[in-house]
């Protein structure tokens, strides 16, 4: 039987008991990924976090998410220092995680990972539930005890990470068990948990991104946001080509540049509460070093794009 989600912990939630919200380009935050910096194997040339965290403060970004293990320090303090030496806040990490195996308890692995992000300073845990195996090319298809299991898992996980002061987030994404818009509806159906709106991840898996954010803000506790274009998106659907072969053939563009309707998103979201952290994001395959401006460029030109949302709603220069 699925059990009745309770009202869950979101920025939108929250903002009930305060009329206080920091202005949108005050909540933009980047990801190492967009410089190509990923946990999977063979991905691509990865920057150092000394270069990433200084382009992040170039471009205008307040905070970031730290990326995968190894990147930045693994002491809390000095990950933290090394934070603030670019003026950058820590916004949460992403968790990959094993939630439908009856033989595993996902949420010790879960707890390894709050320590560093309390002492941090972060306020979100951005879980996926991987199937368990490297990469995002393969995941299994889950029958209903799966199912069963994996929502009790995500609740379990989830009252963990509330337990420490940090809001607990789900992550549909590529390849793992999570990924459609149907997967999406039976999360929101059978946890409490909130969820992590991948724009992108949501559009190449078969989702409605706006749709979500239309119907659902009040799920909504972290924004991944990110621009792909369609033709590759369906290629990745279909099976005719690999995510990663897709995003090394340039699935993910600047926002703005793509097929995901990235200010109807924002309009939503904003219209309906919330209040939390706009993580952009570009997953980036790099053959080897860049020449000239690298990813930073891309950054950019999403930093300007947000920033003409948040002036048309504001009706700056219209």
């Not at 670019?86 to 995680?97: E, N, R």
């Not at 078969?206 to 990110?226: Q, S």
């Amino acid at each position: 039987m699925t059990p009745t989600p309770a009202t869950p912990d979101t920025p939108a939630s929250r903002q009930a008991s305060s009329d206080v919200v920091p202005p949108l380009d005050e909540r933009m935050a980047g990801a190492p990924i967009s410089w190509g910096v990923c946990e999977v194997p063979g991905w691509g040339w990865q920057y150092d976090s000394a270069t990433v965290l200084a382009e992040m403060a170039e471009c205008g970004l307040s905070a970031t998410e730290f990326g995968p293990e190894g990147f930045l320090p693994d002491d809390p303090s000095a990950k933290r220092e090394a934070l603030s030496a670019h003026d950058l806040q820590a916004v949460g990490q992403f968790v990959p995680v094993v939630l439908h195996d009856p033989g595993h308890d996902p949420r010790p692995g879960v707890e390894g990972a709050l320590e560093s992000l309390v002492a941090a300073g972060a306020s979100t845990v951005v879980l996926a539930a991987v199937s368990g195996s490297e990469g995002y090319d393969q995941r299994p298809e889950l029958d209903d005890a799966a199912w069963d299991r994996l929502l009790r898992h995500l609740d379990e996980v989830a009252d963990v990470v509330r337990a420490r002061g940090l809001t607990p987030t789900l992550h549909p994404h590529v390849g793992t068990v999570v990924e459609s818009g149907t997967e999406v509806e039976r999360v929101l159906a059978g946890s409490s948990i909130g969820l992590c709106l991948d724009t992108g991840h949501l559009l190449i898996g078969g989702g409605d991104p706006v749709g979500l954010a239309v119907a659902h803000p009040e799920r909504i506790a972290h924004v991944h946001l990110k621009d792909v274009r369609l033709d590759w998106a369906r290629r990745v659907r279909s099976g005719e080509v690999t995510y990663t072969e897709a995003v090394a053939g340039g699935m993910y563009v600047p926002l703005g540049q793509g097929d995901v309707d990235v200010t109807a998103i924002v309009t939503a979201l904003e219209d309906g509460g919330y209040a939390g952290w706009y993580v952009l994001e570009q997953d980036t395959v790099l053959p080897g070093r860049p020449e000239g401006e690298g990813p930073k460029g891309d950054v950019i030109e999403s930093v300007n794009h947000l920033l003409g949302i948040m002036a048309q709603r504001s009706g700056v220069g219209i």
